[in-house]
């Protein structure tokens, strides 16, 4: 089992839908979280962090649930430019630092 | 600023040569981290540094591959000798001392012929 696993979709949604992302993590003691998109030719950028209380920006709603090891990725009213690869990315400092980025999840959004 | 600085953004090499990458993270930042990216594998952490210091090359696939950091501004990853199956987009990444945010550099693409 991957520590850090995300289903790959694709996703196909219509502009305006709701559409959501789990990420599930092995490591109990993991300490953040973060998304991260990810277009296609291009690097990786902070989409937002995932706090304990959940956070929210904009059309995005981040989640985290510790008891069943998942964070959730919730985009509101889809853009097309919301068309895009999402990495879910899980940090733990048990015995060091250690970063997981997971295999991504794609959104196609169409008009 | 300028962001994280790779280059060249394009590598093709023929088998068996050595390829250098090189990477300037943002100014201030002290962790370094070498990713290496392909469809079948993702993301895959190959080395990160703190302070210039190698903490974990625990990815990095085999001898093939050497990463340095000699100074705060500046990290290379060498492959040598260069094989087909190390044919990847490379991304450098740098963080602030929290470890924490990662800021990504556009990555090199390699083709090894």
């Known amino acids: 089992r991957k520590e850090v696993e995300q289903d790959p979709g694709p996703f196909n949604v219509p502009e305006g839908a709701t559409v959501a992302f789990n990420c599930t993590y092995s490591?109990?003691?993991?300490?953040?979280f973060f998304w991260y998109r990810q277009d296609c030719r291009k690097e990786p950028k902070l989409l937002m962090s995932?706090?304990?209380s959940g956070n929210e920006d904009g059309r995005f709603t981040a989640q985290l649930n510790r008891a069943s090891q998942y964070i959730s990725l919730l985009i509101r009213d889809s853009k097309l430019s919301d068309s895009a690869t999402y990495l879910c990315v899980v940090n733990s400092y048990t015995g060091g630092f250690k970063t997981i980025f997971g295999a991504g999840t794609r959104l196609f959004v169409k008009a | 600023d300028a962001g994280v600085i790779q280059s060249p953004r394009h590598e093709v090499t023929e088998m068996g040569q050595e390829v250098t990458l090189r990477c300037k993270p943002i100014s201030g930042h002290d962790y370094l981290f070498w990713y290496r990216q392909t469809m079948m594998r993702g993301l895959e952490l190959l080395i990160y540094?703190?302070?210039?210091?190698?903490?974990?090359d625990s990815g990095m696939p085999e001898d093939r591959f050497s990463a340095k950091m000699p100074n705060a501004s500046f990290s290379t990853l060498k492959i040598q000798p260069s094989e087909p199956r190390d044919s990847a987009v490379y991304f450098c990444a740098s963080s602030l001392p929290s470890g924490e945010t990662q800021y990504f550099g556009p990555g090199t693409r390699l083709l090894v012929l």
């Open positions: 540094f703190n302070n210039n210091v190698p903490i974990d």
């Open positions: 995932v706090y304990s």
């Open positions: 490591n109990s003691a993991s300490q953040s």
